[in-house]
Nanobody, 123 residues
Framework: QVQLVESGGGLVQSGGSLRLSCAAS????????MGWFRQAPGKEREFVAA????????NYADSVKGRFTISRDNAKNTVFLQMNNLKPEDTAIYYC????????????????WGQGTQVTVSS
């Protein structure tokens, strides 16, 4: 069982930065792959980024490539999403997710989910 708690969301101006964190419980964190998804008002949840258990490979949505960076610290059971050059269209609730076998972009493949943290980017 893996429990996930996101933090770091907030209100930021366009062009600004935020760093999201996702703290995981359980001793198996360093064996699960992690992902970030987001859901804007009135839209479906969409993939943002993912990282394999070792941190050696990452995957990004085209809309955030070059602006967002996913990383993890297995010693601290935490995954991060550094978001730079934020745009109003990045406004959404951001969720972290975990799975023992999958690290792609398909939402339904992830087994564990956090409750989300709100990110609002003003123009």
């Amino acid at each position: 069982q893996v429990q996930l708690v996101e933090s770091g969301g907030g209100l930021v101006q366009s062009g600004g930065s935020l760093r999201l964190s996702c703290a995981a419980s359980g001793r198996t964190f360093n064996s699960v792959h992690m992902g970030w998804f987001r859901q804007a008002p009135g839209k479906e949840r969409e993939f943002v980024a993912a990282i394999i258990w070792s941190g050696g490979k990452t995957n990004y949505a085209d809309s955030v490539k070059g602006r967002f960076t996913i990383s993890r610290d297995n010693a601290k059971n935490t995954v991060f999403l550094q978001m730079n050059n934020l745009k109003p269209e990045d406004t959404a609730i951001y969720y972290c997710a975990a799975d023992r076998a999958y690290w792609g972009s398909l939402e339904y493949e992830y087994e564990y989910w956090g409750q989300g943290t709100q990110v609002t980017v003003s123009s």
